[in-house]
């Protein structure tokens, strides 16, 4: 579904699934300084869609907005301008509380209570029976990977960075929510513990749920979004799903044999020569290339697309709008 102030091109495509957050114009702006008389414009008027089912990735810089953005459509803060919508009702609609879960940044816990007491806490904030509570804790300490035994002894203070961002998982799918907001799940995780979080995620996924998330791992959000979008200084700057992003900047790498690469190099970028063989990245068509090698005593040894990761998308999007903003001040 496109939206009136998505960057040019980067429209989302129209999509069936009914939209489950729809953002318009949504902004915020602190007021700090001891007469709170200071301003800072953390999100920018933000307009966007998620549709149910979804795996939404929110990436940017530190201090892009990205946690604002989050905590507004929570209803933990209030806007400064812009409506928007979540599960088709208005922000802070009481209904909507039970069908969404949250994992915060930073989360800090009850310290003295141990993994199982605080889930429990967090499931009578829900009104679950007990022996709902304990199928759901089971089943969510499972699916989280972390040991009964475990949840049951230790208190949260003893536990590490990794099981205190398990149980933190496990807290905010207690309700079984039909979406999750999970802000900066993987950060401070080893690779281990930052493969079981997208594992988790990719589970919740084949369930149908909707997850939206922000994260500074761009390898992860590659692999498991549908769709991203990018904050900077509190400014939409991307959004669309990964083909429409990445794929908009195809490029074809070619590798040859022999032949005059001084004819051939003017047309190439990132070249790379070894022994005979030389390999670069095409400029222009990269078929009438490939008929140039043959005319300049080369031989053609492969065509190949690739597409830039979101990683070159992003420093690319970031860096182009710095140094657009530079030339202007
Ligand atoms: N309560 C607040 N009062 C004043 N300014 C705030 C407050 N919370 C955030 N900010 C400011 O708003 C901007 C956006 O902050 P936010 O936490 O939303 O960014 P973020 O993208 O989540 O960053 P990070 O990647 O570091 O988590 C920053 O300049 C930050 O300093
Ligand atoms: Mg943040």
Redesign the pocket.
């Known amino acids: 579904m496109g939206t009136a102030s998505s960057p040019a091109g980067l429209t989302n495509k129209p999509d069936a699934a009914p939209a489950i957050v729809h953002t318009q114009g949504l902004s915020k702006t602190?007021r700090?300084g001891f007469w709170l008389n200071q301003r800072?414009t953390?999100?920018q008027p933000c307009s966007l869609t998620v549709h149910r089912g979804e795996t939404f990735g929110l990436l940017?810089?530190?201090?892009?907005?990205?946690?604002?953005?989050l905590k507004v459509l929570l209803g933990i803060i209030r806007p400064t301008a812009g409506t928007a919508t979540l599960l088709g009702h208005p922000l802070g609609h009481s209904s909507v509380k039970q069908r969404i879960g949250y994992l915060p940044?930073n989360a800090y816990f009850y310290d003295f209570l141990t993994g199982w007491e605080f889930l429990q806490y967090s499931a009578g904030l829900f009104g679950l029976s007990r022996a709902t509570q304990q199928r759901r804790i089971t089943e969510l300490l499972d699916l989280v990977g972390l040991p009964q035994a475990a949840a049951k002894k230790k208190q949260l203070r003893h536990y590490s960075k990794g099981m205190v961002q398990r149980v933190g998982m496990a807290q905010a799918l207690i309700n079984d929510p039909d979406m999750v907001f999970l802000?900066?799940p993987m950060s401070g995780l080893d690779p281990t513990g930052r493969f079981q979080v997208r594992e988790i995620i990719l589970a919740l996924k084949r369930e149908g749920k909707t997850i939206f998330f922000?994260s500074?791992i761009l390898s992860d959000v590659e692999v498991i979004c549908d769709r991203i979008a990018i904050?900077d200084q509190?400014e939409l700057i991307a959004n669309g799903s990964l083909d429409q992003l990445l794929g908009s900047a195809d490029q074809y790498v070619v590798k040859g044999r022999g032949g005059r690469l001084d004819e051939l190099a003017p047309r190439l970028e990132q070249i790379t020569v070894q022994g005979d063989l030389w390999q670069g990245h095409v400029k222009g068509d990269p078929y009438d290339f490939a008929h140039q090698i043959p005319l300049a005593g080369g031989e053609l040894i492969a065509l190949q697309q690739t597409r830039p990761t979101l990683e070159d998308f992003f420093i690319a999007k970031v860096g182009q709008r710095r140094g657009a903003k530079a030339t202007l001040e």
């Open positions: 602190y700090t800072v953390a999100l940017g810089p530190n201090g892009a907005g990205k946690t604002t953005l940044e802000d900066e922000n500074h904050l509190g």
